[in-house]
């Protein structure tokens, strides 16, 4: 069973969306260099080709960079809400919303949070137009289960 910490939640990396976005950058600041290149020497076909080659990869990437953009912030927005779901349920129950750690890595019914310090187990429930939830304390039976912890203690 895996679960995800507070801390991580809250800081999750997206570096290949910003590597992404200094490639495009890259490529473009080329684009438009090889531009004026060919601007000034209308004769030499190299630099219309590169220029062809460079706006090319830059349509692509800003494609890609779009697809992924939504993706982005959707994860960010799931992450957001669980992170203001693990702070309202260790103010309600008076611990720290770094012990917390919850079974997935977006708002859902049926949501496990695991209490690390006193080693304490809740499940979230939510009601029929997902505008609120409840939560309960439960007793786990772990058997023969390995917990695994992503984000560190």
Known sequence: MTFYTYSYLKNQNFTTSYLRLAILTVLLIA???????????????????LLVIFLTGS?????????NFSILQNNKHNSSNVVGILQRIAKQNGVSPRDLQT????ASDQMLIRDSRQHRYYRVLYNDDQSGFITEKINVQLTKTKLKVVGGY
Do not use: P
């Not at 438009?32 to 601007?39: E, G, I, M, R």
């Not at 349509?59 to 697809?67: E, K």
């Not at 079974?103 to 977006?106: C, R």
């Open 31 to 49: 684009a438009a260099v090889v531009f004026l290149k060919y601007f000034r020497n209308r004769t030499s076909v190299k630099y219309r080709d």
């Open 59 to 67: 349509l692509l990437l800003i494609g890609f960079q779009f697809q």
């Open 103 to 106: 079974n997935t890595t977006t």
